[in-house]
T-cell receptor
Framework: EAQVTQNPRYLITVTGKKLTVTCSQNMNHEYMSWYRQDPGLGLRQIYYSMNVEVTDKGDVPEGYKVSRKEKRNFPLILESPSPNQTSLYFC????????????FGEGSRLTVL | KQEVTQIPAALSVPEGENLVLNCSFTDSAIYNLQWFRQDPGKGLTSLLLIQSSQREQTSGRLNASLDKSSGRSTLYIAASQPGDSATYLCAPSGSARQLTFGSGTQLTVLP
């Protein structure tokens, strides 16, 4: 089954404790992206990747890091989480960024205390 | 910077009605536009993808149109059903290789 898998789905952590949200897709997609969704602000792009070892900032990259060492994986790293990073995070992938349908993961709800 | 507006923000209709959701965007230099559906607590599901060279796309009871020059897209849902209740989001994809999402239209179809 074609899917985008995120882990963890739910996480409560404390300020400053490094965490990683993993994202994996099984469709051999070139393009992958991370979004956060906040009430009243909608979905905003954090980082995206056009292919292995190619990443770029989205609209709200501050406080986040990503890497794309393999085509299937695109982890989101919060080096020192802060309460303003409490949000619902989505990973997505598509075959090509400009013509491909975007597939989303189920989301990861993160709370930073 | 691309700005996307969806009207109405919420819509409640009786089952069986045909309805139109609107999406407008400020930067017409887009590569494509997607319509998504989001159910509460879930991820987004792509409904229709319209390339910039296309005028419309159809899938079952759904029809999406695109007028790039005027910065508008519409999603038409025929014969609505309670299972169509969800939030619908549009997202144009621009030259900056980014998708910009609208805030969505929350649709409720009453049995």
């Amino acid at each position: 089954e074609a899917q985008v898998t995120q882990n963890p789905r739910y996480l409560i952590t404390v300020t400053g404790k490094k965490l990683t949200v993993t994202c994996s897709q099984n469709m051999n997609h070139e393009y992958m992206s991370w979004y956060r969704q906040d009430p009243g602000l909608g979905l905003r792009q954090i980082y995206y990747s056009m292919n292995v070892e190619v990443t770029d900032k989205g609209d709200v990259p501050e406080g986040y890091k990503v890497s794309r060492k393999e085509k299937r994986n695109f982890p989101l790293i919060l080096e020192s989480p802060s309460p303003n990073q409490t949000s619902l995070y989505f990973c997505a992938s598509s075959r090509l960024w400009d013509t491909g349908e975007l597939f989303f993961g189920e989301g990861s709800r993160l709370t930073v205390l | 910077k691309q700005e996307v507006t969806q009207i109405p923000a919420a819509l409640s209709v009786p089952e069986g009605e045909n309805l139109v959701l609107n999406c407008s965007f400020t930067d017409s230099a887009i590569y494509n536009l997607q319509w998504f559906r989001q159910d509460p607590g879930k991820g987004l599901t792509s409904l229709l993808l319209i390339q910039s060279s296309q005028r419309e796309q159809t899938s079952g009871r759904l029809n999406a149109s695109l007028d790039k020059s005027s910065g508008r897209s519409t999603l038409y849902i025929a014969a609505s059903q309670p299972g169509d209740s969800a939030t619908y989001l549009c997202a144009p994809s621009g030259s900056a290789r980014q998708l910009t999402f609208g805030s969505g239209t929350q649709l409720t179809v009453l049995p």
